[in-house]
């Protein structure tokens, strides 16, 4: 299975910014589409951004639209997101992802990096 390390995140006053990396090893697939997620407590898993594999395509939900960037490196299987301008509403684990396709939704052919905490105070 392939596995996926994340880097990055922690602690940031509102407003300010974090960059969150997750690279892929093990068992990869080339064309394979990457994304991020989160997750609060008590909460379902909510999309947060995805790239496809050629990177000529990104897609971001409204709430983090203009604000988070996502971009990658096909050839290193690495995926980075960069938060600017980060609410306490931010605050949440965060997931990277791979499928075979960019999705908006968890399907059973979606990888899972183990999250890491982003925490924005006031």
């Known amino acids: 299975q392939v596995q996926l390390v994340e880097s990055g995140g922690g602690l940031v006053q509102a407003g300010g910014s974090l960059r969150l990396s997750c690279a892929a090893s093990?068992?990869?697939?080339?064309?394979?589409?990457m994304g991020w997620f989160r997750q609060a407590p008590g909460k379902e898993r909510e999309f947060v951004a995805a790239?496809?594999?050629?990177?000529?395509?990104?897609y971001y939900p409204d709430s983090v639209k203009g604000r988070f960037t996502i971009s990658r490196d096909s050839d290193k299987n690495t995926v980075y997101l960069q938060m600017n301008n980060l609410k306490p509403g931010d605050t949440t684990v965060y997931y990277c992802?791979?499928?075979?396709?960019?999705?908006?939704?968890?399907?059973?052919?979606?990888?899972w990096s183990k999250g890491t905490q982003d925490t924005v105070y006031s």
């Open positions: 093990g068992r990869t697939f080339s064309g394979y589409a």
């Open positions: 790239i496809n594999w050629s990177a000529s395509r990104t």
């Open positions: 992802s791979q499928a075979p396709t960019a999705v908006k939704l968890p399907t059973t052919r979606t990888s």
